[in-house]
């Protein structure tokens, strides 16, 4: 019996759903006219964006919330460029999501059509892989290959670019049961003997660091994190991805690493002898200069891409692997040795004892307070950042407790990021407070984004740390350039309350710090999507700051 | 130093742009780069010479394994392996040295594989040390025109590079 055909756009839809997904962010244009009249009919639930790059972003935002792999699509041209940040942005901290762009007809492919663009050849650096629909019978075997792709080994974007002819073209549907990539096969499980060498080094050392990021996160290990630390009695530094890998408020938790990380976190990686450092990259901005990166320690590290290993600095001991799988297999050859660790136990806590991360506590509006506000008040909250000051402050004063709570864009530092992102978060998280802790120049790269939350009802809290600058570019030309404030000041440029009451959202200013509690409860209550303005201080500093080229226990306090 | 790989790809539209944009976009560099289809017709195998030290090899053989498309690379150490490269060089002559171009090329043991009037095409296989030597005999009539495959190589013995990558 001849199977009825189907077009290539319904054959998209079917293998979306194949692939369990319940929600697209999109923007439709002439090249997806096929697929948006099949997602008509469909049972996928589409929102609608104002800016492709907010697709991409909020895709990013529900995929690190939910560890599903978030869905964009555009159309063919600047609907596809548009996507180009998101996608580089989830490239950079491996988020698993699929993008998905219209293309000029397969006859017109490289004329110069109206609204071509070689969006495959564009997105070859900051995709993991990428695909253009020869063939509409293809479909189904490449969605089945991206969304694999995508959400396994180390995660990462992948794009499909699926040309208007194809989307029209019937074909016979059959969703394939699984895959077969000859050029493909991450590794899992790590060598038993490296686990072995590593687990005695780890019994050896009377210093010893856990170093986590991200991959802690993305392999669900957090619970094998805690068992570790807690079997070792060694402390745990967080990276900025791995926020939330560890609770913050654990007596080992060092907090975060790094250019503002916390001293005692820095200065225990200088002293260390053995760093453990797992799903983590060696960042500069957390390594500082290389050449004096815990010059005392051996390294061991963990990660499921055998690239990051060795990239940046040299390692002892080197196992590839899923970071939950490999740290299971560790604890079996990991027995208590609290005595090793006593003293340097004892010597952690005299340093967080005399260097607290803290901020001047006077009378006035300071973001820092704004933000342990937030996590007094909404201690639950899934907090989202942008980029710079409100990223560093939210990373350095809320209080996380679970993984999946904290996110950010780290590795891209795209501003703009946090709102669509949030949108992404609340969608798949529609349970969770969520929060995104902005400054007034990130948040305006993307608050046309208010129609979008507004009339889908996503009811995100924006909490604008406003100091009328960019901040973090002016704390560096205060630093650096002899308070030289050269474009970074943003006075007076818009009024965010009114900005909030002309898209129909809940727009509320704090100036005072005793305002702060009662806007952040009203948003919560209200239920809408809501803009809190907090004016505060102007020329506040992220402290403590290791410059730029120094190494990381050469940090410095900032007032 | 120069390393010479070998490395299995999806015989597919737009793998070499996925492999070279690697290259440039990671600041290695490659000093020749040739492609062929293998015995297995779904299969390409790359022939690709790079430079840089052990940890920068390390480093393009890790990043080159990341793309999808890769199937399989290896290292191929000059001493472990042949390696042949094939020049056709167009040298100009006339009746007083069109003899001392043939004499030069029996010597190299390289072949004449068109004759005109005023030049002559001078097919060479060998080495890359052997195809320079040529070269540079030949630079004295004048070369008019010189295109070289870049080099494959293939290991010695039994040893063979797999097509399908051990899981």
Known sequence: MAKTKISGAKAVIESLAQEGVDVIFGYPGGQVLPLYDELYDADIRHILVRHEQAAAHAADGYARATGKVGVCLATSGPGAT??????????????????????????????????????????LPITKHNYLVQDAKDIPGIFKEAFYIARTGRPGPVLIDIPKDTQVEPIEFEYPQEVKLRGYKPTYVGNEQQIKKAASLILH??????????????????????????????PVTTTLMGMGAFPSNHPLSLGMLGMHGTRYANYAIQESDLIVAIGVRFDDRVTGKISAFAPNAKIIHIDIDPAEIGKNVRVDIPIVGDAKNVLKNLLKYVKQEQSRTEA??????????????????????????????ISEVCPDAIIVTEVGQ???????????????????????????????AAMGVKVGKPESTVIDVAGDGSFQMNSQELATVVQNDIPVIVAIL????????????ELFFNRRYSQTCLTDSVDFVKLAEA???????????GDVKDIIKEAVKSERPAILDFVVEREENVSPMVPAGAAINEILDLE | MKRTLAVLVENKPGVLARVAGLFS???????????????NPDTSRMTIVVSGDDHVLEQVMKQLNKLIDVIRVSDLPAEEAVNRELALIKVGVDSTTRAEVMQIVDVFRAKIVDVGIKSVVVEVTGDESKINAMEQLLRQFGIKEMVR??????????????????A
């Open chain 1, 82 to 123: 548009n996507l180009v940040t998101g996608i580089a942005t989830a490239y950079m901290d491996s988020v698993p999501i699929v993008a998905l762009t219209g293309q000029v007809p397969r006859s017109l492919i490289g004329n110069d059509a109206f609204q071509e663009a070689n969006i495959t050849g564009i997105t």
């Open chain 1, 390 to 420: 409100n990223q560093m402050w939210a990373a350095q004063f809320f209080n996380y407790r679970n993984p999946r709570t904290f996110i950010s864009s780290g590795g891209l530092g795209t501003m703009g990021y946090g709102f669509p």
């Open chain 1, 466 to 477: 406003n100091n009328g600058f960019l901040g973090m570019v002016r704390q560096w030309q």
């Open chain 1, 344 to 373: 340097w136990n004892k010597k952690i806590a005299a340093w967080k004892k005399e260097y607290p991360l803290t901020y001047k506590k006077d009378n006035f509006l300071r973001p820092q307070f704004v933000v342990e506000q």
């Open chain 2, 149 to 166: 495959t870049g080099k494959i190589a293939m290991n010695r013995g039994a040893k063979v590079v797999q097509t399908e990558k051990k």
């Open chain 2, 25 to 39: 976009r990671r600041g290695f560099n490659i000093e020749s780069l040739a492609v062929g289809v293998t015995e």
């Open chain 1, 503 to 513: 898209y129909g959202a809940l727009g509320l200013r704090a100036t005072k710090k």
């Open chain 1, 205 to 234: 050392a009377e210093k010893p660091v856990l170093y986590v990021g991200g991959g802690i996160i993305f392999s669900d290990a957090c619970e094998e994190l805690l068992g570790l630390a807690e079997g070792i009695m060694a």
